[in-house]
């Protein structure tokens, strides 16, 4: 149930090693520089080499190498992505696109993400992560699609609403007998006819968050006006937290916590445009009573998947609402791997190296994931699950080194030949490590908190097998 790629060596090893780079030498080399740049998150590619000069050499002749492609590197671990879903019964394909932007010498040659004047450059990537549905575990990437854009867009070669398209022919090519399994999660940009138009023509599943209020075949009203009229299928609860905000008018405002009370409806739709018409299923989630001066809570959801009774439209809402997760993979590969503050000047130099850290930032995803699969599961009402998970050793998530050592921080008083402290406990120790309080009393480490931690514990970790390995070759400290 747990994919925890603590290894970082074998983790690059499982990853990359077949990319077809034309040598095995190279392969060999990529697989060494992602294990490091694993190891070594939120640090330059030469931070990793950690003073050798002949690997710190290797790795920038690796990024300088033209003949070694980003695309085969960025291949490399869509296979393996494929191959760590092949036994899940249902998987998410995340779609969202996001800007990776530089300031330094490389931005005149990278593409506009603003002002053709800003100084400010860089690549629009389409990037489709892959989770496991029940757990909502990251599996890892199947497809990106990088692409400069130009400062006249009558230069682009392709609209970028067609990358949608291409993203979804694809991740089908790729994963093949798997795809009656996954269902694709978009945004608002993907509600286009196209996109949906091809998802239905190849029966493909999706789930959509509408942005086009449409006429519809069913009704003189618009498409929200006649769900507004379906028989509500009951309703939920959700946990709206306190956040600041800014108002129409840019004034901020804090958004005080509350529980929102939301109703749910349903129906089968038909739209058309020019010649063709599809048919599929809409649902509406609407908040029944907001408070005063706030906007209600609204999500209008369009998908293949059954709708017709409330758990039904409930598995579809929670599938959308797990699209926040490829945020957090772009937050996980621009800051926690550091994709942003590589320096390289020549763009195919900066690609090769960002297109690693892609899935460095994935690992990141799947090493906290690992420590809170049993507060998902406990959300979920899935309490037996959560417990037995919560329960398991924790060496199914860390090395012996790494959990005697957390104990040994934690201030753990082991017995001899006692059991392996519990997965629960080194969540709990290494979000202390990382400075948790939990002054909120959720028990939840957030993401900055919980990496802190993982950080200090590898930093003490690199002395403490220094210190090992010196014992072992007979040296004495106390001389």
């Known amino acids: 149930m747990i994919i925890a790629p603590h290894d970082a060596a074998k983790w690059a090893q499982d990853t990359f090693c077949t990319a077809k780079l034309g040598d095995q030498r190279r392969t060999n080399r990529l697989v060494d520089i992602a294990g490091r740049l694993a190891q070594n998150s939120r640090k330059s590619a030469a931070a990793s080499c950690q003073g050798d000069g002949a690997l710190l050499e290797g790795t920038y002749r690796f990024f300088r190498n033209r003949k070694i492609m980003a695309e085969e590197i960025r291949r490399a671990g869509f296979e393996q ?37 800003d100084k400010a450059r860089g690549w629009w990537v389409h990037s489709v992560l892959m989770l496991n549905s029940k757990t909502l575990q990251t599996v890892g990437l199947v497809h990106q699609e990088w692409w400069c854009r130009p400062d006249d867009k009558s230069y682009a070669e392709l609209k970028e609403s067609g990358r949608w398209l291409t993203a979804s022919e694809d991740y089908s090519a790729r994963l093949g007998e798997l795809m009656p399994r996954v269902i694709a999660v978009c945004d608002r940009e993907a509600d286009f006819f196209e996109y949906l138009a091809y998802k239905i023509s190849h029966q493909e599943r999706f789930v959509v968050r509408a942005s086009h209020m449409r006429k519809i075949e069913e009704s003189s009203e618009n498409l929200p006006g006649h769900l507004k009229s379906q028989p509500a299928l009951g309703g939920y609860q959700v946990n709206v937290p306190q956040k600041g905000m800014v108002d129409s008018k840019g004034k901020r405002y804090n958004r005080k916590a509350r529980t929102a009370k939301l109703e749910v409806r349903s129906a089968s739709i038909t739209f058309s445009q020019k010649d063709e018409q599809i048919t599929l299923n809409a649902i509406l989630a609407e ?29 579809v809402i929670r599938i959308y609402a797990a699209r926040w997760r490829v945020e957090d993979f772009h937050k996980a590969w621009k800051t926690g791997a550091g994709a942003e503050r590589q320096r390289m000047t020549d763009p195919g130099n900066l690609e090769r190296a960002v297109s690693i850290l892609a899935f460095v930032g994935v690992r990141l995803l799947q090493l906290r994931e690992s420590f809170t699969l049993p507060i998902y599961l406990k959300s979920q009402g899935m309490v037996k699950e959560a417990k037995e998970v919560a329960d398991m050793p924790c060496d199914t998530v860390l090395s012996q080194d790494e959990w005697r050592l957390l104990a040994q921080i934690d201030g753990v008083k082991r017995r001899k030949n006692a059991k392996v402290p519990s997965l629960q406990w080194a969540y709990q120790a290494i979000a202390r490590l990382g400075g948790f309080y939990d002054s909120k009393k959720t028990g939840i480490a957030g993401w900055d908190t919980l990496w802190d931690g993982w950080e200090s514990l590898q930093k003490q970790l690199q002395g403490y097998l220094a210190a090992k390995e010196m014992m072992a070759a007979g040296y004495n400290f106390s001389d």
């Not at 249902?90 to 506009?112: R, W």
């Not at 906007?295 to 059954?306: A, F, M, Q, V």
């Open 287 to 315: 908040e029944t009573s907001p408070p005063k001066g706030e906007d209600p809570l609204s999500w209008l959801l369009l998908t293949r998947e059954p709708v017709d009774n409330l758990d039904a439209a409930l598995k």
């Open 81 to 117: 992505t494929v191959n760590l879903a092949q036994d899940i019964p249902e998987l998410l394909a995340l779609e969202d696109t996001t800007s990776l932007s530089y300031k330094h010498q490389v931005a005149s040659e990278l593409g506009k993400l603003g002002k053709p004047s």
